[in-house]
């Protein structure tokens, strides 16, 4: 009996998004985060006496260019190689990117699969074979694995392939293939990587994404880790994820309807918080707060916005646990009667209304606000204009949204002034 | 929408108070004025108003007098369209909305009456109060009159504009400006660029490790290479100072080495020979000096031994003269202390007879003995005596006590006698404890009488507002009313009459509709010409035919028909009349044929209008029988009120009066209760007043004329008290008399037996002086002089007897000595027999002495002379053993004789030291030549020249120094610096943590430019939108709050227009009587209320012209209003009632009262809270 390893998309050094740094924010207690998954992950391997690792692809952050990173992972191959722990690695699309990799010298317990065709190497003395062939383009549209060779049946035979398999949502399109095409190989055991989620696609035969080792922005949450396989006699006879992340990200969702005051919502946004944190076992958690529903503290809620986000920092200072980054404050709820009703009135209020609505769809008008804003645009760096959370304030799909925005803000701002005794 | 009625069910501190917007009967529109003095609860009640609308708030106040969980407030609303909703708000979360049965109702039933206006919404643009005006005044001040906004502010019915949009504004600039620096969004900027840097500065390139890492590998090699090169001549160096050092050492040996071979054939003696030789030599010469020197010395001493003689018998009595000589000296002494003992002997006998002279002078020494009783009964004699003073000083006391005693009594008798005796006041206390038991009836009296005045009060004042009957309060409870189920009968049949009636109308009215257009198109078919009929073409037939028989009776009967002809035609022949007559008939006959559609059409018409004629006629009918049926009805209803003398009005009213007449008798029955149990706790007051007095006149006390219980209660009580506190002082002094009188008996008693215990001891002491045989009247304190003297008298004759038996034993002592004195001198020294005692035993003892130091000296001789004899022997034996050796000695040396030992020693040791010497260099050899043996170091040395080799070493030194030292310290620290760089590269995440930093910036940034936009855009949007609304709306409004400004301001202003400043913006101009432009700066502050108050209201109107109108809320704006400006204001709001209801809440009177007197034809109603 043996056991490995199945980890991918490491993304070592790649920092975490959507965290603005505030008083009490758990600063310390996140740094280095993918580096603090990847011990854990060295960790197992030497505490379960596993013979091998597997390394799907997307070990380093494409554009990152910081050599340090390799010497770290140098380092700790080292230690597994002091372990007697052999590595297999196959390049994903964010390693043919990286510069790193290409001087990196790597201890001699380290395989680094060719990027021009697939390989195999024996590992005679537990009677497998590992297949794989990495990225040499960040861009791969062909499918790989249908020049992988067939599995020899007096063998384990395992397949490493980084691929978007049949396409994945929120994943960019690389290497595509197909379950049946892989079926066909007649492999044990397909360790693939690139899509962040976990994903058992099939067990006979096993075809696994173990999903990211740490999450790194609001839509990776929940548990991260890597896929620990038993194999005996040639057979998988156990697969279990194994937690590695020493941070978590938790959408904590609040239906804050017929809550009367926001006291009460504050109690919820508390209990909340505090079982995301109870969740994650100890590690802290980066959490986006996101209340819904129809309330009639509402307007209370949207015309203090900025203090309630305070308030809810200062709250989850104080929880018990690792700490919690109040990543963003999301405040849904809606007036309970309907805006649409005070559109339909022939006065100053139904008129504004209307007014926005109407420059929702007037292209023309949208190019006006757009030109309002020309100037903050400019000032904005390219990596908030792009990327992959790319926020520009003059599309036009963004300007609808503000407005919708807009509207809410100017319906609380012009009626919720003092009035009345 | 209208509210009709509003009613605080449970809410603030309303109970069911109901405000009926609807109760005169009037449309519910128009304005009503909520008057409430000061707590009141004016503003409870405003709150309920919005609350029934839109929900009581979370944190309602007005839950003082009922609990949040029961606030109601029950309301109903009304539509233009005349739909109407009657329901219940309570306080809650949710499902707050009941119907009147307490049925849940959905929120969207309200949405009919609400119109989609939030809550938000009705309080700002249906709702102004004081602060609102105030602030809306200011308001257009900030705004600088600006057209646009002050109308935009005034359609939204906020305040607040101008500051909405300057906090937009603000909330921008501070976040980003174009060319700043210090807003958010730009030093974010700054910070984010900054951190780029110094991600670049904190990361490392590939290539950068690769160059750092050769380059140590290469000085790494150099510093190898320059470290092996010293080592070699540092080595060589050593090599060299090793033969420096090796050489001389060489040399030396080799001498050694020849100086041995010159000693080859000596003797090697042992290491310790020299020792033995020597212990040898001094062990002899010793032994010879010991015998010179003892031989002389043991002669000497046989001679002393001789010359010595000791007398045997003296030593023989050696114990014997010890023993006297001890006892010389207390022979001695004792011979000394004799006459002082006689003296004193002396002294005493005199002080005896002395002592004896004082106490009995009859007696001689010889009778000391007579004396001896006083000395033995002492004791008994002492205690009688202090028994004396004790019973003198108890008599005395027992004295002074009694007449004391006796003192008191005389005083507290008197006080006794001053004391009257009272009657009992256990019959007045009985009154009163029943009377307490009563509890505080004035009070309870005066309350109930308070009630009752109140509660007749509010009866009378219901009574007169209980219309339809004239009668007294107390004819009420008779009063025979028809009961409940009688009027629900006559209300069930009114209500089905009712129905019928309008079933009646509606068929009514259909009738009439149909009979009308019947006519109408029967009258409009006529006037399309006639129309023929069969009964005109009867007639004309019948005529016809009657011409004809006329003419026929002519013609064949040759009648004359000319009489008859003339009544049936005038005109024309009668031939010419028949002719026509059978034309016109033929033609109508042929129209009828002809017209058979009009024809059969105008009698379809005709007879619809007959039977919708009849139809019509059935419901007068049914009206006349409907109006019997209620004539009949209005009796029965009539006749079932008569009996108690009412006309009653409708069922329904007559419900609610009967609801009235209810509450009315029940407050009567209540009163009538309240009055009897007056009469009740009166009478009973009464009673208790009168058995008070009653107790009181037993005890021959005043009686008390007050009615008021509790003051006669507290006079009785007084009264008791008095009498109690005299009870106790008698029984007080009583007491204290008996016990006063009891101790003056005992003391009395005391004193007699005192005076006899004194005669009884008088009798005692008489009979011990007596039996003592001393003087009689001796007083005890004389006595005790005399036992004094007497026991001293008797230690003096003790002591004397003590110093004449000492006496006699120092005479015994002395003679005995003597006599033992005497017999040792005649036996030892005969010659001394004539010496006294104390002599002889002083020679005896010297001779003793004497004798003994001669035997001690004889015994010390004979010792020395033994030693000196054992020693003479051994040293002859330590002679011979000492010869023996030094003989082997010799044999061992191999010498003849003792004297060339000494020879023998010295050589050989020549030849240890320079044998030792050789081992010393070889063993330094050793140790310089560094481990080479001295034969390889011999051979070595043989081709080195000594001289040549400092200058090598120098050299050698030279290079390593100056050349090579140098190299290897630069290289190691160049190896050190690389290496340390190399460890700063150690894969360190700072890089990494640096751009985590970048990305919480970026995050920052992005938030943050959100809020830009969104401020930004809001600001930029909601101008826009003031400026539309500005130009779609300036006319109109402009124009109708021109016309309520100028009334508002009395005139003060005819004119509201736009002008434009001088920023070329349209701003508000007020036109004065006289054409003077005002612009809003100028107004003054209450001016710019009532512009406010003119724009809101002409916003008002125009909102009404498209929107269902909402009641308006007017809380207390009057205040600050002069009386002619108030009048003018209410007269606005009546003006703006007849088009929508106006709710006015106020605190003053004074609005209230002008408001009466407003000459406007709108509907007015004043409701109290």
């Known amino acids: 009996m043996f056991k490995f390893i199945h980890a991918a998309d490491v993304h070592l050094d790649s920092p975490l998004h959507g965290l603005e740094r505030y008083e009490g924010a758990p600063v310390e207690e996140i740094r280095s985060a993918t580096r603090g998954a990847f011990d854990n992950l060295i960790e197992l391997a030497i505490d379960e006496d596993v013979a091998f690792v597997l390394l799907a692809g997307d070990l380093y952050d494409g554009d990152w260019k910081d050599y340090n990173t390799g010497l770290y992972f140098t380092e700790r191959m080292g230690r597994l190689h002091n372990a007697g722990i052999r590595v297999f690695i196959v390049a994903g699309n964010h390693d043919a990117a990286s510069q790193i990799t290409r001087h990196l010298r790597l201890p001699d317990n380290v395989t680094i699969f060719s990027t021009r065709k697939p390989e195999q190497h024996i590992l005679d003395d537990l009677n497998v074979v590992i297949y794989g062939q990495g990225f040499a383009k960040r861009e791969v549209k062909d499918d790989l694995s249908l020049d992988y060779p067939q599995g020899d049946p007096e063998f384990f035979n395992i397949g490493l392939l980084h691929t978007c398999l049949d396409g994945k949502p929120g994943h960019e399109s690389y290497a595509p293939c197909t379950v049946d095409g892989l079926r066909s190989k007649g492999y044990q055991y397909w360790a693939l990587g690139h899509v962040h989620n976990r994903e058992l696609v099939s067990e006979e035969p096993w075809i696994v994404f173990p999903g990211n080792i740490q999450g790194r922005h609001i839509r990776e949450t929940g548990s991260k880790g890597c896929t620990l396989v038993s194999v005996e006699n040639g057979e998988v006879i156990e697969v279990e994820h194994r937690e590695l992340d020493v941070m978590r990200w938790s959408r904590c969702e609040i239906d804050v309807t017929d809550k009367e005051s926001v006291d009460d919502i504050y109690e919820q946004v508390r209990n909340s918080l505090q079982l995301a944190l109870d969740a994650a076992e100890g590690r802290p958690i980066a959490a986006r707060l996101i209340l819904t529903g129809i309330c009639s503290a509402h307007t209370k809620l949207h015309s203090e916005r900025e203090h309630w986000i305070q308030e809810y920092r200062n709250l989850s200072n104080n929880l018990d646990g690792a700490g919690v980054w109040l990543e963003k404050v999301v405040i849904k709820p809606r007036q309970p009667i309907s805006a649409d009703e005070l559109l339909a009135q022939d006065d100053a209020l139904g008129g504004l209304l209307d007014a926005i609505r109407t420059m929702e769809l007037d292209e023309s008008t949208l190019a006006d606000l757009a030109e309002e804003v020309s100037s903050l645009r400019q000032k904005l760096p390219p990596e908030i204009l792009s990327g992959e959370d790319n926020y520009d304030p003059a599309d036009p799909d963004r300007l609808k949204d503000t407005l919708e925005d807009i509207k809410e803000l100017l319906l609380n701002r012009l009626l919720s002034t003092e009035q009345g005794s | ?1169």
């Open chain 2, 1 to 1169: 929408m209208k509210i009709k009625s509003l009613d605080f069910t449970a809410f603030g501190p309303f109970t069911d108070k109901l405000l009926n917007f609807s109760s005169s009967g009037q449309e519910e529109g128009g304005l009503h004025i909520i008057y409430g003095s000061n707590e009141a609860g004016k503003s409870s009640a405003l709150r309920g108003l919005k609350a029934l609308l839109y929900g009581i708030d979370a944190r309602s106040p007005d839950n003082f007098v009922h609990d949040h969980k029961k606030l109601r407030i029950k309301g109903c609303l009304k539509t233009n369209n005349g739909k109407e909703l009657e329901f219940v708000r309570r306080k809650g979360n949710k499902n707050t909305l009941l119907d009147p049965e307490g049925e849940l109702l959905d929120e969207q039933v309200l949405t009919p009456y609400l119109q989609g206006v939030t809550a938000d919404f009705f309080n700002s643009l249906f709702g102004i109060d004081h602060q609102a005006l105030l602030k809306g005044g200011k308001e257009i001040l900030k705004q600088k009159g600006e057209v646009g906004q002050a109308l935009f502010s005034a359609g939204l019915g906020s305040s607040s504009l101008h500051s909405v949009l300057k906090q937009f504004d603000d909330e921008a600039e501070a976040l980003f400006l174009p060319r700043g620096s210090k807003q958010t969004i730009n030093s974010a900027l700054k910070s984010y660029a900054e951190l780029k840097r110094e991600i670049t500065s904190h990361s490392l390139s590939s290539k950068e490790w690769h160059e750092q890492q050769s380059a140590l590998v290469k000085t790494t090699g150099e510093l190898e290479q320059i470290q092996l090169q010293l080592a070699a001549n540092r080595s060589e160096i050593n090599r060299l100072q090793r033969f420096q050092r090796v050489l001389p050492k060489l040399a030396r040996r080799r001498e050694l080495l020849e100086e041995l071979k010159t000693l080859a054939d000596v003797v090697i003696l042992s290491d310790d020979f020299s020792r033995r030789h020597q212990q040898a030599v001094n062990g002899l010469e010793t032994a010879q000096t010991v015998i010179g020197k003892t031989s002389p010395r043991f002669k000497t001493l046989q001679e002393q031994l001789d010359s010595l003689s000791v007398r045997q018998e003296v030593l023989e009595q050696a114990e014997n003269i010890e023993d006297l000589h001890t006892r010389l000296g207390s022979y001695r002494k004792a011979l000394q202390d004799r006459p002082n003992l006689q003296a004193e002997w002396q002294q005493r006998q005199t002080d005896i007879s002395s002592l004896l002279k004082d106490i009995r002078p009859d007696l001689e020494l010889e009778d000391l003995e007579k004396l001896r009783p006083i000395i033995s009964k002492r004791q008994s004699i002492i205690e009688l005596g202090n028994k004396n003073t004790l019973l003198v000083s108890q008599a005395d006391q027992v004295e002074n006590n009694h007449r004391e005693t006796e003192v008191q009594l005389k005083n507290l008798l008197k006080e006794r006698s001053s004391i009257s005796e009272s009657g009992s006041s256990q019959a007045l206390q009985r009154s009163i404890i029943s009377a307490r038991r009563l509890g505080d009836i004035d009070t309870a009296i005066q309350s109930q009488q308070s009630e009752l005045t109140a509660l007749q009060a509010l009866c009378d004042a219901e009574l007169s507002r209980l219309t339809l009957w004239e009668g007294k309060l107390d004819e009420l409870p008779g009063l025979a009313i028809p009961n409940r189920e009688s009027i629900t009968r006559v209300e069930k049949s009114y209500d089905d009459l009712d129905k019928r009636f309008e079933l009646l109308g509606e068929k009514q009215e259909a009738a009439v509709d149909s009979l009308y257009d019947t006519s109408q198109r029967l009258d409009k078919f006529q006037r399309m010409g006639d129309v023929p009929t069969e009964k005109e073409l009867l007639e004309l037939r019948s005529n016809r035919d009657d011409v004809w028989k006329l003419l026929r009776r002519q013609w064949l009967g040759g009648e004359d028909i000319s009489e008859e002809a003339g009544r049936i035609t005038t005109e024309v022949v009668l031939p010419d009349a028949f002719e026509q007559r059978v034309v016109d008939a033929d033609e109508l006959s042929d129209r009828l044929r002809r017209e058979a559609d009009r024809v059969h059409e105008l009698a379809s018409l005709q007879a619809k209008e007959q039977s919708t004629q009849q139809q019509a006629d059935d419901i007068s009918r049914m009206f006349e029988s409907y109006k019997a049926e209620k004539k009949q009805l209005d009796t029965q209803w009539q006749s079932l009120w008569s009996s108690c003398k009412i006309f009653p009005q409708s069922p329904r009213e007559m419900r609610v009066w009967l609801e009235h007449l209810a509450t009315l008798r029940q407050r009567v029955e209540q009163l009538n209760g309240l009055r009897q149990e007056i009469s009740e706790l009166e009478r009973n007051r009464k009673t208790h007043i009168e058995s008070l007095n009653h107790a009181l006149e037993q005890l021959g006390k005043e009686c008390s004329n007050s009615k008021v219980l509790e003051s006669v209660l507290s006079e009785c009580e007084s009264t008791v008290q008095l009498m109690d506190r005299a009870k106790q002082k008698q029984d007080l002094l009583d007491k204290d008399i008996k016990k006063l009188k009891m101790n003056f008996d005992s003391l009395s008693d005391e004193s007699k037996k005192a005076k006899q215990e004194l005669e009884a001891w008088d009798l005692q002491w008489q009979a011990l002086i007596e039996s003592l045989e001393l003087q009689e009247k001796i007083s005890p304190s004389e006595m005790s002089d005399i036992i004094e003297k007497t026991r001293d008298l008797f230690v003096k004759q003790n002591e004397a007897e003590k110093l004449q038996i000492r006496i006699q034993a120092i005479d015994n002592d002395a003679e005995s000595f003597r006599i033992l004195v005497t017999d040792m001198v005649s036996s030892l020294l005969p010659e001394l027999s004539d010496l006294s005692a104390a002599d002889a035993v002083i020679r005896l003892n010297s001779l003793l002495n004497d004798n003994r130091s001669k035997q001690t000296q004889c015994q010390q001789i004979k010792e020395q002379l033994e030693l000196a004899g054992s020693e003479i022997q051994d040293s002859r034996a330590v002679i011979q053993t000492m010869t023996d050796r030094l003989d082997s000695l010799c044999s061992e040396a191999k010498c003849e004789r003792h004297a060339d030992l000494e020879e023998s020693e010295r050589k050989s040791a020549d030849y240890l030291k320079i044998k030792m010497s050789l081992d010393t260099v070889e063993q330094e050899i050793l140790e310089t030549g560094e481990g080479a043996s001295i034969a390889r170091l011999e051979m070595e040395a043989e081709g080195i020249d000594p001289d040549s080799l400092p200058v090598k070493i120098a050299a050698l030194k030279n290079k390593n120094n100056d050349e090579l030292e140098p190299k290897r310290t630069n290289l190691a620290e160049a190896k050190g610096r690389k290496e340390k760089e190399l460890e700063l590269m150690d894969g360190s995440d700072a890089a990494a943590a640096l751009a985590d930093q970048a990305q919480a910036i970026l995050t920052g940034i992005r938030a943050n430019a959100d809020n830009y936009v969104r401020a930004k855009l809001a600001g930029r949007v909601l101008r826009s939108e003031i400026e539309r609304y500005r130009k779609e709306n300036q006319g109109p409004l402009i124009k109708r709050a021109s016309e309520h400004f100028s009334a508002l301001t009395l005139g003060s202003f005819t004119e509201l227009m736009t002008d434009f400043n001088e920023a070329d913006e349209p701003v508000l101009t007020g036109i004065r009587a006289d054409g003077d432009h005002v612009y809003v700066e100028g107004m003054s502050a209450g001016t710019r209320d009532q512009l406010y108050l003119a724009l809101r209201l002409a916003s008002l109107e125009k909102y009404m012209e498209s929107n269902e109108p909402m009641p308006f809320i007017v809380d207390d704006i009057l205040v600050d209003f002069d009386d002619h400006r108030s009048e003018a204001a209410l007269n606005a709001l009546a003006v703006l009632s007849e088009k929508t209801q106006i709710i006015l809440f106020t605190h003053h009177s004074k609005c209230v009262e002008q408001a009466k007197k407003l000459q406007s034809k709108a509907h007015l109603e004043i409701h109290e809270l």
